[in-house]
């Protein structure tokens, strides 16, 4: 079965640090591909970055990037120069091939950016 | 360019009574879903489809049923509504899955309470 953690319910950070934000997860699909939403305090749910099992490098979106280690399962978000306007719920979730699209979510972490 | 939209914004029932939950998106995608997110817990699926006419259950189907029939539009049922079916609700649409980068994007959310 397909699982995702985010060990990590809530973070702080200082405006203009850089976080990490963690995610794992679990599969036996060799074909899958990892995502992260923000959701910030209003309720919409903000897509930010992908990546896919068979990239060859880590997918990076502006300020975001992702730190894909294959052989750890793990999947860590960076937000570099962090923004009061990232305080806010981030999601991880995943799908698989044999999934069609279904997306898995972790249960998040709660983001606070201090000034 | 709407994107996806969510009817009602907020509800109040009372335990046994019935109502509809509706999304539509205007980006001409196939695939649609319904997610609950509930406190402290990332969106877990409820039902999904994959075009018109289909519908297919998702990770948390009991209580619920869907309808497609029309393309730009996925409604979610409560026959009985339950305290249990408190929470808020997601629709979310993408493009068919020919590969794993079909990002899903959201409705802003129904808040449902259910006396």
């Known amino acids: 079965a397909q699982k995702i953690t985010q060990t990590q319910p809530g973070m702080f950070v200082q405006e203009k640090e850089a976080v990490t934000l963690d995610c794992t997860y679990d599969t036996s699909d060799p074909s899958y591909g990892l995502f992260w939403y923000k959701q910030p305090s209003s309720g919409e749910m903000i897509f930010l970055i992908y990546q896919g099992s068979y990239d060859q490098q880590n997918a990076t979106e502006g300020r975001y990037s992702l730190n894909f280690q294959k052989a750890r399962k793990s999947a860590n978000l960076v937000i570099s120069a962090s923004q009061l306007g990232d305080s806010a719920m981030y999601f991880c979730?995943?799908?698989?091939?044999?999934?069609?699209?279904?997306?898995?979510f972790g249960q998040g972490t709660e983001l606070s950016v201090k000034p | 360019n709407a994107g996806v939209t969510q009817t009602p914004k907020f509800r109040v029932l009372k335990t046994g009574q019935s109502m509809t939950l509706l999304c539509a998106q205007d980006?001409?995608?196939?695939?649609m879903y319904w997610y609950r997110q509930d406190p402290g817990m990332g969106l877990r699926l409820i039902h999904y489809?994959?075009?018109?006419?289909?519908?297919a259950k998702g990770e948390v189907p009991d209580g619920y049923n869907v309808s497609r029939l029309k393309k730009q539009n996925f409604l979610l049922g409560l026959e009985s509504a339950a305290p249990s079916q408190t929470s808020v609700y997601f629709c979310?649409?993408?493009?068919?899955?020919?590969?794993?980068?079909?990002?899903?994007?959201f409705g802003p959310g129904t808040r449902l309470l259910v006396l």
């Open positions: 489809s994959v075009g018109e006419g289909t519908t």
């Open positions: 980006m001409n995608h196939e695939y």
């Open positions: 979730a995943m799908t698989t091939y044999n999934q069609g699209g279904k997306l898995i």
């Open positions: 979310a649409s993408s493009y068919s899955v020919r590969g794993l980068q079909e990002t899903q994007y």
